[in-house]
């Protein structure tokens, strides 16, 4: 295409203002978390004068913040790993035997990507009080891990499908089961593949407060998700914890997207392109 | 080739019998946990919207009763037909607004500009929070006492502009969307970079070769050939929009305030299901599970429709 004098700067200027538009509310909330509430009402876009931690001290001291982390913790690594468990065992079974109602199996965990969950949440409900399990951590476990089993089933099984066959052929003739192959041979060559289904599943589990919302009353249970819902209703006159409270909430996933920013955004990609 | 997959297991059969069983056990644990948290609940709601409903025990079998005071009965059919407006405003700004924007993004990105590394991580950053904390957030700029929007609107001597943003009905609904698009515009630029460098260049070339214009090499070789993640981002958009529940919850409430201009249906949903809504009656859980069945519906034979016009349009070129 012809380079027009003016096409390249319009291009960083579009490119800087978006990204600017894009940044700025995150800056704004790391900022303002640092002013007492009076500074934020008087100086809203302006560095902090008064740098304080004030608002992060009274909101771990007063909110049980702790607890909802750990909490988040606890129901995204139980999800994650139940998940690569059983989508591996799955989708290696689908990529691997042709068995005739392997593509029905495949079709049947597909469905499950078009179909908003959300809408089942009645009687979900009911389900959950009937197996005991409104107010436990468990509930969001075995919802975040049938969640992420058609997404990841779908990633997996076309990561299997690419795996040279003769690998396996060869630990078979030495007497190798199925699930030792699996273990030893393929698992090893898919890390790629996990390392995707890992991070989609762990952003999804960790930001999610739908379910949380209707199966989890009790303080000492909510995730962090519902915990800031509380700490709004309780805080609404306080900007400065609310600051801190929505930074706080957002960091542990900030940091690891700047850890591993290229995986994040390919692992999420990923999904939708495969 | 996939015959060949399956020959050493025929070699199996006969020493090791047990083995040869053990393998379909494997897709157990995930047909389980599927089928008992995400199949049993969605046909079970469509079972509930035949019955009448007290509280959440379950009364006599109506038919479709639930299904015709839907639609008819007040005040539910009113939300539903408002909420419903709102579902497909949703969808419309944000194909545009959101897709439209990510679209520009991701073209800049591909032109190879200094700093699109740094560009592609400020774009993609907002998804990275939750929902709720994005709800909550923008909740706080768009306040309008001490909100940045309106100080930045201040700044800049454009007092006339300042608003109640989400108290004012004619803007509330608007605004939700737009930080809805916020949010999603670094994961569609994301899909429409893909798209884009999947192109193979020669052809971009041969065609400026040939003397077409730059808006040609866009409509005639560009967009056609992004079609596949195009299509992707109409599907997942579609889909995202019309179970969109969070955003407006975590900043409107359950009520879609003010006068639920605001209301998606989802967000009705939410209320007919589980209270908060005006009519918190018997019939709320039924009338909720034909929504969710209405939905569903809806959502299900537009996207396998969007999936087979944009099958059709590719095998067509």
Redesign the interface.
Known sequence: ??QTLWT?PL??I???A??T???Y??V??VL?SFKPSAE??MN??SFPKNFSLDTYRRLIEEVPFGTYFFNSVFVSVISVL?IL???S??A???A???FWWNNF?FFF?LM?M??????????????MKDLGLLNSLWSLI??Y???G??LS?LILTGFFRTMP?EL??AA?MDGA???RILWSVLIPLIRPALGTVMIINF?SS?????FP??FITDEMKKT???G??SL?GEYSAD?GT??AG?TL??LP??IL?FVA?KQ??DG??AG??K | ??????T??VK?KKTRNW?RW???L??I???L??S???????V??LS?SFYDWNG?TRGAFVGLANFIDLFTLQPFSNMFWNAAKNNVLYFVVQMIVQNG?AF??AF??Y?R?K?SE????????????????VG???K??LNPN???LN??LG?FGMESLQKAWLGDPKTALMAIILVNC?FG???AM??FL?GLQSIPKEL?EAA?LDGA??AN?ITKIILPLMLP?IM?MTV?TF?QS??A??LV??MQGSQGEPYYSTDLL?VF?YRL??GGSAAGDSTA?GL??AL??V??LF??TC?ALLLKYMQKKQVEM
């Open positions: 295409m012809k390249r291009y960083y579009i490119a800087f978006f990204a538009i894009s940044l509310p995150i704004l909330m303002s934020i009402f809203p876009l139940l468990v059983t989508t065992l799955a290696f079974y689908i691997r035997y042709t199996l965990f499950g078009m179909i908003p969950i959300k809408l089942g949440i009645v009687p979900l409900f009911i389900l075995f919802m891990t049938a969640g089993i058609p089933i066959v396996e052929e078979r089961s199925d699930l952003i960790w930001n999610d407060f739908f919302l209707i962090i998700p519902v800031m819902l709004f900007w609310l600051f929505l909430s957002s996933m900030i997207f920013s994040f955004m999420l990609t939708a392109v | 080739m996939q015959i060949e997959t399956n050493p297991i199996q083995k053990a393998i379909h494997f897709p644990p995930a047909l946990i599927f008992i948290f995400i199949v049993y609940p969605l079970a709601a509930y959440i924007i520009v993004l800049i990105i032109k500009i700093g740094f560009l592609k991580v400020a774009y993609f950053l907002p998804r990275l929070l939750s929902v709720i904390v909550f957030l923008w706080l700029i001490f909100g940045a100080v930045i700044e916020w515009i670094g994961f994301l899909i893909a971009v400026k214009n730059g090499v993640s992707i997942l889909i019309f179970e529940f969070e919850y975590a989802a949903f299901a589980f859980v909720g599970s969710a069945v939905l569903f959502i299900a996207t």
